[in-house]
């Protein structure tokens, strides 16, 4: 789950690192009240869940309300890598003397927690890290240990900064890193870190809990009306969709589908337990989807039940106004009745996965030459 900036910061403070305090609003009317209370200069800030939003425009300052209406109305038009901007941050303009960056993220390829660290904040982090990586600096923490503050003032002094702001910013790693544990984070991050004249303050927030730890933070999902996805759709350039209950099924569903030839159109991993509901979902997402020749449903029930399956699959063909060919490997969990619904209602199914593969890359070349004939 990814937070806004404006519900980053609230959990920030929360936890003792200093923001500046904002206001939400979502009309251009509203950002020029606020200008008017404000009574300073402001920073207006589209609040979108991607990056690189300040390249794209999404970050404008207002001298006064007038301006304010202004740049509001125009950010809230705006579009930043597709995510309509629909509300924005407004904080007080502030005297930024410094930038730092901090980060606390997952480190998969060490299987632990890595925090990064620079002098050198701001927009142009990413171009840091090609041109000169070794400004960053990098401190895998052990997570069976408790991570100390006195480590935490060491990647301070790392950075290089003065000594007047080693146990600051120590303190703001040390207190980062407990937010990046408390809350089961993927990633949280500082950048920039302003030294301003209030102190040293999060300028910017970013925040991500792993999905599999939402249950126990039910009240951020409550308070960010987030709700967790029923499948991961990713499309691909290919005209085969593949479809898997679990990860490392539906890529080893698309290997196969590379292996016999074809090219996978889509990856849609449905998930453990997945329901007859979610199943007709998943599908129709497929099904809608242009380039798609051929289905190739990898499924191998354990707490996915195999009539539940075949169910949501024979609903979900039975709904589409685009017919489309479907080849489904199932096994497992009540595969007998999955495979019977399957066959009364004439949808092939296999077994084997490389021979329901290797069926639905045969499929979908018929269809391509038959289309190339008909031209």
């Not at 209030?198 to 709700?227: P, T, V």
């Not at 497929?286 to 020749?293: E, G, I, M, Q, R």
């Not at 490997?329 to 290797?358: H, V, Y």
Request: proline letters at 3%; aromatic letters at 6%; glycine letters at 8%.
């Amino acid at each position: 789950m990814k937070f806004f900036e404006h519900s980053a910061k609230r959990i920030f403070r929360k936890e003792g690192i200093k923001t500046l305090q904002g206001v939400v609003v979502y009309s251009p009317e509203e950002a020029m009240q606020a200008s008017s209370e404000f009574g300073k200069p402001i920073v207006l800030k589209s609040q979108v869940l991607t990056g690189g939003r300040g390249k794209a425009g999404g970050i404008k300052f207002a001298e006064n309300p007038g301006e304010a209406f202004e740049v509001a109305d125009t950010l809230l038009n705006l579009e930043i890598k597709g995510e309509k901007v629909k509300h924005l941050l407004i904080e007080e303009k502030a005297d930024i003397q410094r930038e730092f960056f901090i980060s606390v993220s997952n480190d998969r390829a060490n299987k632990r927690p890595i925090i990064m660290a620079s002098a050198e904040g701001g927009m142009e982090i990413e171009e840091l890290a090609k041109t000169s990586p070794e400004k960053i600096i990098r401190y895998h923490v052990n997570p069976l240990k408790e991570f100390f503050p006195y480590e935490a003032r060491e990647i301070a002094r790392k950075m290089g900064v003065g000594s007047d702001l080693i146990s600051p910013i120590g303190d703001i790693i040390w207190k980062l890193y407990n937010i990046y544990d408390k809350y089961d984070c993927e990633v949280a991050e500082i950048n920039p870190l302003a030294l301003t004249d209030q102190g040293l303050i999060a300028a910017d927030a970013k925040l991500e809990i792993e999905n599999d730890a939402l249950f126990r933070h039910k009240d951020e999902m409550e308070r960010n009306n987030f709700k967790k996805k029923d499948f991961a759709f990713v499309k691909l350039p290919g005209d085969i969709a593949v479809i898997g209950n679990g990860a490392g099924l539906t890529l080893t569903g698309m290997d196969m589908i590379t292996l016999y030839g074809g090219k996978p159109a889509t990856f849609l991993d449905i998930g453990g337990g997945a329901s007859e509901e979610s199943i007709k979902m998943a599908l129709d997402l497929v099904l809608n989807y242009s380039p798609v020749k051929v289905v190739f449903m990898n499924v191998l029930g354990g707490i996915t039940r195999a009539d539940d399956v075949a169910k949501g699959v024979i609903a979900a063909l039975e709904s589409s106004k685009r017919k489309v060919h479907m080849v489904i490997r199932l096994t497992g969990t009540n595969e007998e009745e999955g495979q019977r619904l399957l066959e009364e209602a004439g949808i092939p199914f296999e077994i084997s996965m490389e021979e329901a593969a290797k069926k639905a890359v045969e499929l979908c070349e018929e269809l391509k030459a038959q289309e190339a004939s008909e031209e």
